[in-house]
């Protein structure tokens, strides 16, 4: 199959785009004699920003009567296995659907503070000094969660980090095993004071960690002298070393309560509790904290994990000499549970209305669409910055106000909370009728996948024609599951006819 075939061109664009090494000055684009940014429009297409790819090309892309093939040939992947199709690529880009004229505004409020746009970087190693936050702002984050100011200085392990990879996927988790910030309470302050001095309109977030009321209070105090616009409370880390912080107090209400309150004591800006996904509700300590006087709500921390067992050493990771300890699991893979929680305090009439400040695995403008639909009025990351550079924040803007413009939106707030009305009660959903999969048969490519799941991990439901080499419904047995829909490679399986059920009696 032909990478610029039309009949699979998003599944070739996907699976090549994510192939691509996403190079630093990047060889293809160097080598381009018609100038094109490949780089770009390829990063464009890895975080699902089609349109904004399109827009980087010429009305007439060059590649399909390029002779020399130059971006091909200087691909560095070709050192591994085999390079990327970059010209076909393009041409692919091309194709796409180029942008309208953007009328639409990303600018949001939240916690009666203004933001450019909902995209922040969170309190992580991604924004830890003046130069790291500096170039974030430069390129168009709107703010920055600094990392955890406590009193004391943490004594850091070597190394730190550890990712859950999954068939050719290299970063699908991330774990790590990081505390607060490295550097002292006076140097984070003069950090500080320099960001708000240099960047008086981006957004300066102070995530502080006290290790009783007092320092609390204080730390509070400070932050607020220093200029932040914000205060964070990290109630939620879930591998600092002593008792008393990180999600031992997220876990319990009355030291989130005392906590809370210490904090309003030493200053009079908005504060969020940053909140643990370790644990079953976490309404029970969001209430808690908007009752003692936080203005809003962050959510999620990374997730209490164990990954990688090593076996033949029997060691886990990150590995420090043999040793591991209980770290934070962060990344795509948590971006179901980020929602569910975001959901449920949403769902929830005692702090309905408090501002949620979502992060857990975004990496695209979708990811981050999802969770201001889920009622979140802005977003924060780190693991794809970690992954991929503070550069997508191009591909965010851009194919966040591509997606509005085009659903004739004009207010990235027009989106927040829209999604909430869909989620249920599971006895509340229609369970009287079954949706049918359609078997789109000239887009499938007979590899029988569906046969396999579904007999397997199904209801027996789909046959193999080995003489045509294709699947065939078996409507009889078939519950709608839509189980075919998902495992299939080819997107020749859609959702169908939705029909009553019929009685069994």
Same mark, same amino acid.
Request: proline share 4%; glycine share 8%.
């Given at each position: ?30 080598? !381009?004699?018609?100038? $094109? ?12 920003n ?12 060059? !590649? ?6 130059? !971006?091909?040939? /200087?691909? &560095?992947? #070709?050192?591994m ?11 692919? /880009? /091309? ?8 009328? &639409?505004?990303?600018?949001?409020? +939240? ?7 909902p ?10 000094? +003046? ?17 955890? %100011? ?6 850091? %392990?070597?190394p ?13 988790g ?28 981006? %957004? ?15 730390l ?19 591998h600092?070393?002593a008792?008393?912080?990180?999600s ?24 969020? /509790? ?19 006087? #936080? ?7 990374? $997730?209490k994990?164990?990954?990688? @067992?090593?076996?033949?050493?029997f ?8 040793k ?16 569910? +929680? ?8 005692e702090?309905?209305?408090?501002p949620i ?18 009622? !979140?009025?802005?977003?924060? %990351? ?11 924040i ?8 591509s997606y ?13 909370g ?7 009660a ?12 359609k ?7 007979g590899?029988?996948r ?11 439901? $789909? ?15 078939? @519950? ?19 029909? #009553? ?5």
């Open positions: 199959m032909k990478l610029t075939e039309l009949k699979y061109r998003e599944i070739s664009i996907i699976e090549e785009a994510g192939a691509c090494l996403l190079c630093h000055e990047a060889a293809c684009t160097k080598a !381009c004699p018609a100038g $094109i940014l490949a780089d770009k429009v390829i990063r464009s297409l890895r975080f699902e089609f349109s904004g790819a399109a827009a980087l090309l010429p009305e007439t892309v060059p !590649c399909a009567a390029c002779e020399t093939r130059a !971006c091909v040939d /200087a691909c &560095v992947k #070709a050192r296995n085999r390079p990327i199709a970059v010209d076909s690529l393009m041409l692919l /880009a /091309a194709e796409g659907k180029k942008p309208g004229k953007a009328d &639409v505004d990303l600018s949001i409020t +939240f916690c009666g503070v203004p933001c450019e746009n995209f922040f970087l969170s309190s992580s190693v991604v924004a830890s000094n +003046f130069e790291m936050v500096a170039k974030a702002f430069d390129m168009g984050w709107a703010g920055a969660v600094f990392k955890t %100011v406590g009193t004391f200085v943490p004594n850091e %392990v070597s730190r980090f550890d990712a859950l990879r999954k068939e050719s996927l290299p970063f699908v991330f774990k790590n095993i990081e505390q607060i910030s490295e550097y002292t309470l006076e140097e984070n302050l003069k950090y500080l004071k320099q960001l708000k001095d240099a960047y008086p309109t981006k %957004v300066l977030v102070a995530s502080i960690m006290g290790q009783n009321e007092d320092e609390w209070t204080e509070a105090r400070l932050m607020t002298e220093a200029g932040v616009d914000i205060i964070e409370c990290n109630f939620s880390c879930p600092m070393a008792n008393g912080l990180g031992d107090v997220g876990q319990n209400p009355d030291m989130v309560t005392a906590f809370t309150k210490a904090t309003r004591r030493g200053t009079h800006l908005p504060i969020l /509790a940053k909140m643990t996904p370790n644990i079953g509700n976490m309404e029970i300590p969001a209430i808690a904290a908007m009752k003692a006087g #936080a203005d809003g709500i962050a959510a999620i921390n990374t $997730i994990s164990v990954m990688n @067992v090593n076996l033949d050493t060691s886990s990771g990150p590995d420090v000499k043999g591991t300890s209980v770290g934070g699991y962060s990344g795509k893979a948590v971006k179901p549970i980020a929602l569910r +929680f975001i959901q449920a305090m949403k769902d929830c009439a702090i309905a209305d408090a400040s979502g992060m857990g695995g975004i990496e695209t403008w979708r990811d981050a669409a999802e969770f201001l639909a889920l009622g !979140c009025e802005n977003v924060q %990351v780190t693991t794809a910055v970690m992954q991929y550079g503070y550069r997508i191009d591909d965010l803007i851009d194919g966040m106000t509005l413009t085009d659903s004739g939106k004009k207010s990235v707030t027009e989106i927040v829209k999604a909430l009305p869909q989620i249920i599971a006895d509340d959903l229609e369970r009287s009728s079954i949706c049918y999969p078997f789109l048969r000239e887009r499938c490519v590899c029988g569906c046969t396999i799941s579904c007999y397997d991990g199904g209801h027996q439901a $789909i046959k193999w024609d080995s003489q045509e080499g294709k699947p065939e419904l078996i409507a009889a047995k078939c @519950v709608g599951c839509h189980l075919c829909v998902k495992v299939c490679p080819a997107a020749a399986i859609v959702e169908g006819t939705r029909v #009553a059920k019929k009685s069994r009696i």
